[in-house]
């Protein structure tokens, strides 16, 4: 039976390099002929078989004929080629070839990484059965290749400049300066580009020659299926880069983080990505998992942004997937300026805290920042108010709104109201003068309002649990309601929370403040503010192009 119909589909797409042809690789394919598939329908349909090949002389033809025989014997019941066995066979074939036929010797180049690979290790040493095995593989081939060449300058370039994160990677100069033998930058440059060159011709286009290591069919599939995904595409962005790999290995973005370096070498035939491009690639690499939609959902007015916040709204960043989408992509605030760095601190702390199921863990992001989780959930609405001025006092010494706000708001808005001291007597008693304090209470009541019923925490050292806020919540729902009037206000927030009269007498007076953002008045009036420049300004934009130069090539 022709060996055509042993095959399965997969066996008949292998690449001809695969199977070690040697120099007869390149007549084959200048014949047209890439895959096993393409040469047995050849054999079959042509009357000549495989004499018909053009240039193909009869000794060549005769070993050919015997390659094709040996894999014969390694096909199993299920269509697959046996890899390890095969291989073997075709090592004896070669060795007994060299003792005994001389045209066959004097066709083998006696520099190894200029051979046909004939005899090569197959790597890795496992079959790959799917993108955790192949990514895992790296390790392994990258070892492999280094141990198989005898220059120098090859392994030195493999282990400190194709295989390395970019702060790691030595330059040109620097290997040149490494090596016993003094070699100019350029010449190690011809050297690197030589190299390229034999991995994409290997892993991209199936010409597994010059590398002194022939890839596993199963490993090298995995390549030539993204060079099909990618396709005649030059340039792309870098986080569609990310997601194809992602995709069509089946391999999550964080983990191909790991060997990034690897695979941008091969992709675009250059070892030092653009500057954009290395940028991204020094971004940790859980940014790119999966974020739970419950954290995506999550406004960034409940992060520490500052007036950054301010910047990101300008930007249409809204959410805490937005700025995850925003840093991805590489569209967002330009890490050089003060706003920028801010950010930068934040998303750390936000991917520093992104767990593998896609949750943040919002106790590890508070840490990161050195928030400070205040007060804890009340057990009651009594708790909540018979501790609301101790708690308050709390926040606004934690927030520093000002050096005298803490005492301002115990002798202002804490102390019971026969007590409470007018605007010119706590001035008189704080050594300063009653539009100062004035402007200082207004500045913290604002702030509480803003966090605690706003729920805009960019300027907050401190966070809430939730039940603490759903209090405030309730509150901000009798005052509206009371419609500026502080007694229909008590007696709405007494029926909601079904507490006594009496409860209310102080801590009314202080919610009622918060609330109002004032004590016991006509809430002040807001000005109509046009945001400044600095808050709409567009920020720098990182295209993060990948240059996909690998697929150009068509020798």
């Not at 706003?454 to 419609?483: I, K, M, N, P, Q």
């Amino acid at each position: 039976m022709s060996i055509f119909f042993l095959l399965n589909a997969t066996g008949r797409a292998t690449p001809l390099s695969t199977l070690r042809f040697g120099a007869l690789e390149v007549r084959l394919e200048s014949a047209g002929l890439r895959n096993l598939g393409d040469l047995l329908t050849y054999d079959a349909l042509d009357p000549r078989g495989l004499a018909g090949i053009p240039g193909l002389d009869p000794t060549e033809r005769l070993q050919l004929e015997g390659r094709l025989t040996s894999l014969s014997k390694h096909i199993n019941d299920d269509g697959d080629i046996v890899w390890d066995t095969y291989y073997k066979s075709v090592g004896d074939l070669v060795g007994e070839a060299r003792h005994e036929d001389p045209l066959v010797v004097s066709q083998q180049p006696v520099d190894n990484q200029h051979a046909s690979d004939e005899g090569a290790r197959l790597v890795p040493s496992y079959e790959v059965t799917d993108g955790a095995s192949f990514i895992n593989a790296f390790p392994e081939v990258v070892r492999s290749i280094m141990e198989s060449r005898d220059n120098e300058v090859d392994r030195a370039i493999l282990l400190e400049r194709l295989s390395c994160q970019s702060q790691d990677r030595k330059t040109l100069d620097e290997i040149a300066s490494s090596l016993k033998v003094r070699l100019t930058r350029e010449r190690v440059r011809q050297r690197e580009s030589k190299l390229l060159n034999h991995l994409t011709d290997a892993l991209l286009h199936g010409r597994q020659r010059r590398l002194g290591v022939a890839f596993r069919p199963s490993f090298a599939r995995y390549w030539l299926l993204v060079a099909e995904q990618f396709g005649e595409n030059e340039e792309i962005s870098f986080t569609r880069f990310i997601e194809t790999l992602e995709s069509t290995w089946g391999v999550p973005a964080d983990q191909l983080f790991v060997q990034l370096p690897f695979i941008t070498s091969v992709l675009t035939s250059k070892a030092i990505p653009p500057r954009q491009m290395r940028a991204h690639m020094r971004r940790d690499n859980r940014i790119y998992r999966q974020l739970a939609s419950v954290d995506r959902a999550i406004p960034i007015t409940m992060l520490a942004l500052g007036k950054a916040a301010g910047r990101l709204h300008a930007l249409g960043i809204e959410t805490v997937g937005d700025l995850f989408d925003a840093a991805r992509n590489g569209n967002g605030l330009d890490a050089s300026s003060n706003v920028g760095r801010v950010v930068e601190k934040v998303l750390f702390a936000l991917v520093s805290s992104h767990g593998e199921d896609g949750k943040i863990d919002w106790r590890g992001y508070e840490a990161k920042l050195g928030l400070v989780r205040f007060p804890a959930d009340p057990a009651s609405a009594e708790t909540f108010l018979s501790t609301l001025a101790d708690d308050l006092a709390t926040i606004i010494r934690a927030n520093r709104y000002s050096l005298r706000a803490v005492d301002i708001f115990n002798i202002r808005i804490a102390a019971p109201r026969a007590q409470r001291l007018t605007l010119a007597q706590a001035a008189e008693q704080l050594g300063s003068h009653g539009p100062s304090i004035k402007r200082e209470e207004s500045i913290f009541l604002s702030a509480l309002n803003a966090q605690l019923v706003g729920r805009d925490l960019t300027r907050s050292s401190v966070t809430f649990c939730s039940g603490y806020l759903h209090y405030w919540a309730d509150a901000e729902e009798c005052y509206r309601a009371a419609s500026g009037d502080f007694q229909t206000f008590c007696a709405g927030v007494v029926s909601k929370w079904g507490i006594q009269p009496a409860q209310m007498v102080e801590a009314g007076e202080i919610l009622w403040a918060v609330l109002n953002r004032y004590p016991r008045g006509r809430p002040p009036k807001m000005r109509n503010q046009r945001p400044r420049p600095d808050d709409t300004t567009a920020a720098r934009e990182s295209r993060g192009v990948v240059v996909l130069r690998g697929f150009r090539r068509a020798h």
